[in-house]
């Protein structure tokens, strides 16, 4: 592998990659999940890498007279490149590891493009958290770009499926997933689960709140997990006068207005461990990448096992379209996080 540093590009290692695929097939079925024309920097091998998933996608077999007849399509008039990709051909093994390596080149080059704009508009603008924010979000799109394979044997599976079930009979009154904060939601789902994104529904002024904050206290008051509660509508200190009342029985009411005795506010200050030591709120992240940025440290930082969203109406994304279409956008993006950290995201909905 021979790698120029500054612009980390290997042009070899490119032409090594598509050599060995016109003569095996199989390096593209074990890496087709990687492999992309991007991967590759000059406009010969762009051309010729695109070729060659054109043909594997419509399922014809990639080879050089097949590859030949699809490059002529597009008048391509460097055939003496061409036959040099195979009759120059170096010995190699492992040639999947070659191809893990060029899409590891590639994200390497888009990161560093990131570094590159966001110093330049650094240099423009004063104003630097939209640089910051758009920076994010370039970064977080490369961090869900796939580096390996990640399929599983159904062995594998099955095994885990079965697992799951063993632990839960040998400890039926653990839940599998977090604390819904409802008896009968528990029994039929077990929980809020792992990677699910759990959207709670209603009209204003139905207690979409009262419920997520009775689920936020069964899951960190009751199990001991840690959770995040993320809101866009109330502050952190009105959120936590609503946990303290569910969990001390004071109303909401008595502990905002300050109407409390000296009694009360003992049975309060006893409290203080159990809520203060599970549930991380945070009241500042206001748009989609800043909500996905900080569900990534949360879990790196906290070992969080569930987060709270309240409420989806309220986030801000910006993209092409509706606010239909952003609704939709920021909807996949959740649950795309909950899929990636194995944490279920619990957010509220406003319906008109």
């Not at 590759?40 to 007279?65: E, H, Y």
């Amino acid at each position: 592998m021979i790698l120029n540093e500054k612009t980390f590009i290997s042009l070899d290692d490119e032409k090594l990659v598509l050599g060995h695929i016109l003569i095996n097939n199989d390096i593209l079925f074990n890496t087709s999940q990687i492999f992309n024309a991007e991967m590759f920097t000059s406009p010969d091998n762009q051309l010729i890498a695109g070729k060659i998933l054109l043909l594997f996608n419509s399922g014809q077999t990639v080879d050089l007279m097949n590859l030949t007849m699809e490059l002529r399509k597009d008048q391509y008039l460097n055939m003496p490149y061409l036959m040099d990709l195979t009759t120059n051909l170096r010995f190699a093994t492992g040639i999947e590891k070659y191809v893990a390596y060029l899409n590891m080149l590639w994200i390497t080059r888009k990161f560093q493009q990131t570094i590159q704009v966001s110093q330049f508009k650094l240099n423009q603008e004063v104003d630097t958290l939209p640089i910051i924010e758009e920076a994010s979000k370039s970064i977080n799109e490369l961090l869900t770009l796939d580096y390996t394979s990640a399929e599983k044997m159904g062995n594998l599976v099955f095994d885990e499926v079965v697992a799951k079930i063993q632990d839960h009979i040998n400890n039926p009154t653990n839940l599998i997933g977090v604390n819904t904060g409802n008896t009968k939601i528990n029994q039929l789902t077990g929980g809020w689960q792992g990677g699910e994104l759990i959207i709670i529904a209603a009209r204003p002024g139905m207690g979409k709140t009262s419920y997520m904050l009775s689920s936020v206290k069964s899951a960190a008051f009751t199990d001991k997990h840690k959770v995040a509660v993320i809101s866009l509508e109330m502050p952190n200190e009105q959120l936590m006068n609503k946990v303290i009342a569910m969990t001390t029985g004071i109303s909401v009411q008595k502990i905002k207005s300050v109407n409390i005795n000296q009694y009360e506010l003992e049975l309060i200050k006893s409290k203080r461990s159990d809520l203060t030591n599970n549930i991380i709120f945070d009241d500042k992240s206001i748009t989609l990448n800043q909500i996905v940025s900080k569900c990534r440290m949360l879990c790196t930082k906290y070992g969080i096992k569930a987060v709270y969203i309240d409420y989806l109406q309220l986030i801000k994304h910006k993209t092409k379209g509706n606010r239909e279409q952003e609704i939709s956008e920021i909807s996949r993006t959740l649950k795309a996080t909950a899929k990636e950290l194995k944490i279920p995201i619990i957010a509220l909905s406003l319906l008109s």
